[in-house]
T-cell receptor, first 111, second 117 residues
Framework: AQSVTQLGSHVSVSEGALVLLRCNYSSSVPPYLFWYVQYPNQGLQLLLKYTTGATLVKGINGFEAEFKKSETSFHLTKPSAHMSDAAEYFCAVSRASKIIFGSGTRLSIRP | GAVVSQHPSWVICKSGTSVKIECRSLDFQATTMFWYRQFPKQSLMLMATSNEGSKATYEQGVEKDKFLINHASLTLSTLTVTSAHPEDSSFYIC?????????????FGPGTRLTVT
């Protein structure tokens, strides 16, 4: 069964600091991987996705993620945090049309 | 492109009544739609998958008679919560997939907040 594990339910960084949100996946076959962001009382917005090809994926709002098969990881990073990045972030894996979400990481930004 | 809407955005109903939530793909045809449920500070849990013109496939533990799903057209799916109870209060989110070639990508609606009193 495919799943994703997000390490850290809450991450707090200072404005301008590096953002690193961790995600590990388990899959017996090459997965499709996603990062979504959710602002309070809103739906999900796709940040980026990995399907095939280049392992470094660039997304919206300055975020990027690197697919590392050897580490079964798909960590999300952003070089410099903005206050507007405060939100809930979900890593997800897809197979056979279904998307399985991780438990989510709440990102807080300190002024 | 790929916009999904939900209506209503929030609803309050009394215990024992039924509530219908609509999910529409506005600028594409959705062969498959998905319904998720999200409790406060938790992740999204897939409730069911619906294909246009077919019966929905429910995930284990989801009561099909309580959560009625209809996918009558390629742009509309509805979720009806029947005989709602306070424990059904939650955030319900739908998503739509455009076709088999891109079936791994889903476009999400803004969600519907249901409160049952």
């Amino acid at each position: 069964a495919q799943s994703v594990t997000q390490l850290g339910s809450h991450v707090s960084v200072s404005e301008g600091a590096l953002v690193l949100l961790r995600c590990n996946y388990s899959s017996s076959v090459p997965p499709y991987l996603f990062w979504y962001v959710q602002y309070p009382n809103q739906g999900l917005q796709l940040l980026l996705k990995y399907t095939t090809g280049a392992t470094l994926v660039k997304g919206i709002n300055g975020f990027e993620a690197e697919f590392k098969k050897s580490e079964t990881s798909f960590h999300l990073t952003k070089p410099s945090a903005h206050m507007s990045d405060a939100a809930e972030y979900f890593c997800a894996v897809s197979r056979a049309s279904k998307i399985i979400f991780g438990s989510g990481t709440r990102l807080s930004i300190r002024p | 492109g790929a916009v999904v809407s939900q209506h209503p955005s929030w609803v309050i109903c009394k215990s024992g009544t039924s509530v219908k939530i609509e999910c529409r793909s506005l600028d594409f045809q959705a062969t498959t739609m998905f319904w998720y449920r999200q409790f406060p500070k938790q992740s999204l849990m897939l409730m069911a998958t619906s294909n246009e013109g077919s019966k929905a496939t429910y995930e284990q533990g989801v009561e099909k008679d309580k959560f009625l799903i209809n996918h009558a057209s390629l742009t509309l799916s509805t979720l009806t919560v029947t005989s709602a109870h306070p424990e059904d209060s939650s955030f319900y989110i739908c998503s739509a997939a455009a076709g088999t070639s891109n079936s791994y990508e889903q476009y999400f609606g803004p969600g519907t907040r249901l409160t049952v009193t």
